[in-house]
T-cell receptor, first 115, second 110 residues
Framework: EAGVAQSPRYKIIEKRQSVAFWCNPI?????LYWYQQILGQGPKLLIQ????????DSQLPKDRFSAERLKGVDSTLKIQPAKLEDSAVYLC?????????????FGEGSRLTVL | QKEVEQDPGPLSVPEGAIVSLNCTYS??????FMWYRQYSRKGPELLMY????GNKEDGRFTAQVDKSSKYISLFIRDSQPSDSATYLC??????????FGQGTRLTINP
C-alpha cells in the first residue's frame, strides 16, 4: 500500500514570495490533515479536511495560508506571501476515520526555508 | 501554559539501557494518548496508542497513562541504536484535534 505522498520535499524562497505544497493521501482515507512542524517543536494542526469539507482550520493563518481539497482526494497548501517565521516542515497526514481512534499516517514532509 | 509538556532532551543512553520518556498535560478531558516516533527528515509514525488510564505493552515498548497525575510515559527496554529518533507524545479528547508535545530527541549509543 502506498503511503502519503508529498511534494516538493524541499523548497527555498525569499520572504514575500509564494509557495504551494501538494499532498496525495493513502487511497480510501477520507480525512486529510496539514501540520506545521517548526524545528524543535511538535507538529501543529493547520487544517483538517473530511472528504472535501473543512473540519478544523482554527489555527490556519488565513491572511496568508490557504488550502483546498477539491475532489476529496489530493490537497494543496499555499502560502502567500511567505514570512521568515513560516520556515518549517509541512506535514500532510491522512486517516480512515477521525472520530476517535483513527491512526494518522504522515508523509515525509515538505521542508520550507524562507530567506 | 502549554496543553502538553515534554522535555526536549536531548537524551543519550548506552545500548541496552532502559529508556523512560515522559509527558505531562493540563487538559483532564484528554482520553486518547499516543506515542509517535520520528526519524530524522521523516514523518512521525504511530508507535503506541492507549485509551484512558493503564498500561500497554508491545514488544520492548510499554506505554503508561496516569490520568490522576496527568502524566504519560513510554518505556523502551533493551534499547537499540535503531531506536534513535525523536519521540512525540500526542493526545486528544474524542474527535478533537491531536495535540502534540515538543518531542524528545533520543540517541542510543552502541
Amino acid at each position: 500500500e502506498a503511503g502519503v505522498a508529498q511534494s516538493p520535499r524541499y523548497k527555498i524562497i525569499e520572504k514575500r514570495q509564494s509557495v504551494a505544497f501538494w499532498c496525495n493521501p493513502i487511497s480510501g482515507h477520507a480525512t486529510l490533515y496539514w501540520y506545521q512542524q517548526i524545528l524543535g517543536q511538535g507538529p501543529k494542526l493547520l487544517i483538517q479536511f473530511q472528504n472535501n469539507g473543512v473540519v478544523d482550520d482554527s489555527q490556519l493563518p488565513k491572511d496568508r495560508f490557504s488550502a483546498e481539497r477539491l475532489k476529496g482526494v489530493d490537497s494543496t497548501l499555499k502560502i502567500q506571501p511567505a514570512k521568515l517565521e513560516d520556515s518549517a516542515v509541512y506535514l500532510c497526514a491522512s486517516s480512515l476515520v477521525w472520530q476517535n481512534t483513527g491512526e494518522l499516517f504522515f508523509g515525509e514532509g515538505s521542508r520550507l526555508t524562507v530567506l | 501554559q502549554k496543553e502538553v509538556e515534554q522535555d526536549p532532551g536531548p537524551l543519550s543512553v548506552p545500548e541496552g539501557a532502559i529508556v523512560s520518556l515522559n509527558c505531562t498535560y493540563s487538559n483532564s478531558a484528554f482520553q486518547y494518548f499516543m506515542w509517535y516516533r520520528q526519524y530524522s527528515r521523516k514523518g512521525p509514525e504511530l508507535l503506541m496508542y492507549t485509551y484512558s488510564s493503564g498500561n500497554k505493552e508491545d514488544g520492548r515498548f510499554t506505554a503508561q497513562v496516569d490520568k490522576s497525575s496527568k502524566y504519560i510515559s513510554l518505556f523502551i527496554r533493551d534499547s537499540q541504536p535503531s531506536d534513535s529518533a525523536t519521540y512525540l507524545c500526542a493526545m486528544r479528547r474524542g474527535a478533537q484535534k491531536l495535540v502534540f508535545g515538543q518531542g524528545t530527541r533520543l540517541t542510543i549509543n552502541p
